[in-house]
């Protein structure tokens, strides 16, 4: 590390891809939670790190996307967005392969919204699920969080993205972003990459409650646990509830204990070993818990001690938040010269 060359190529190159770079390229983005749980781990960045090697890859923390909900409580978000960049970092993204950035750096991002905005109409955002959903849920009726996933289709066209790696639950606005560049197209003729969807497989990490892991439930384990903070949760984690006593068989297929062994205990061939312990009744929970949380803690402690380098290191931290900036406007701007160009709003060339 401390490169500070990167693979990212913003000049046009003859082979097409939009004319951005020869290969393809990917935006990812997430909004500034803080520090994440493994369920952001296995869900969205292991993916984002097996991607870093083969694509023109921009990370991005979406800190305009938390404001449409939070705006009026911010006090917290620069340390959010510290925490993030450092998890990312320690999982293994890489700032030598991708471009690691906040958002609110890129003016363009609010430049592109704006353009966006005039194609779609109020009707179209107002029926899309995650708006009614979040709207009764929190009672947001801002104009400004009505605008979210055209921002979101912003972070996107304004790169030359031609994928994005997200879970189901945002295909409606992966398509919706597809749909935006088209009509500008349209309008204006092909300038923008029409972005698809790269549905990631997304292991569903349940919480300790056994419902889905997040950090609002408050049932996470997050990277920055330690092996005693995760040993106390996993003990306290739910089982199949009519395994009551430990030889009572149990039934791995509901169970949310069973569901992390798949994701951290591979190496212990499970399907073998716990599965037929557990249903005879020769296996019970704390036993099985004691074999799950030896796995969990073996596999993040690499990740843990690397996190903590990092938190004494804050310099170098805003330091490769700087120069993904700078790579990401490079091509931010790139784009937004063919978008002015297109709609004939380069007065001054
Ligand atoms: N809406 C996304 C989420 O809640 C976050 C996001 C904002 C995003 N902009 C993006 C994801 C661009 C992918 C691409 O998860």
């Known amino acids: 590390m401390g490169k500070t060359s990167s693979k990212i190529k913003t000049k046009p190159a003859a082979s097409g891809h939009a004319g951005y770079s020869e290969r393809q390229t990917i935006l990812s983005g997430m909004q500034p939670t803080g520090a994440l749980h493994i369920g952001n781990l296995e869900g969205a960045l292991k993916n984002w790190i097996a991607l870093q090697d083969d694509y023109d890859m921009f990370c991005c923390i979406v800190d305009w996307h938390s404001l449409t909900a939070e705006y009026a409580n911010t006090t917290e978000l620069k340390a959010k ?8 970092l320690a999982s293994g993204l890489d700032p030598d ?3 690691i950035f906040i958002q609110s750096e890129i003016k363009e991002h609010a430049e592109m919204h704006l353009l966006l905005s005039l194609l779609i109409s109020v009707r179209t ?3 899309l699920p ?3 959903e979040k709207k009764d849920e929190q009672g947001l009726d801002s104009y400004g ?8 289709a912003a972070d996107i066209v304004v790169y030359g993205a031609h994928k994005v790696p997200v879970g189901k639950d945002q295909s409606k606005h992966i398509w919706l972003a597809n749909d935006l560049a088209r009509r500008f197209n349209h309008y204006f003729g092909p300038t923008l990459v029409e972005p698809e969807i790269l549905l990631t497989k997304m292991p569903l990490i349940p919480g300790t409650d056994g419902k889905k892991m997040s950090k609002s439930a408050g049932n996470y384990i997050a990277l920055a646990d330690s092996e005693e903070d995760t040993t106390a949760k996993l003990k306290r984690m739910f089982t199949d509830p009519k395994k009551l006593r430990k030889n009572d068989p149990g039934r791995p297929e509901i169970c949310p204990l069973y569901k992390l062994h798949e994701a951290y205990s591979t190496a212990d061939n499970i399907t073998e ?3 037929p312990q557990c249903k005879s009744g020769e296996l019970g929970c704390v036993e099985c818990k ?4 030896a796995n969990l803690n073996q596999s993040l402690a690499p990740l843990r001690e690397k996190r903590v380098e990092l938190l004494a290191k804050p310099d170098y931290i805003w330091d490769i938040l700087a120069k993904g900036a700078t790579l ?4 931010a701007c790139l784009v937004m010269e063919n978008v002015r160009r297109a709609m004939k709003t380069n007065y001054r060339d």
């Open 81 to 88: 967005i510290f925490h993030m960049a450092v998890d990312w």
């Open 97 to 99: 392969k991708c471009a």
């Open 125 to 127: 955002l107002t029926r």
């Open 130 to 132: 995650t708006y009614e």
């Open 145 to 152: 969080f009505l605008g979210y996933p055209v921002l979101q």
């Open 273 to 275: 070993t716990i599965v």
């Open 290 to 293: 004691g074999r799950l949380i």
């Open 328 to 331: 990401a406007r490079e091509r």
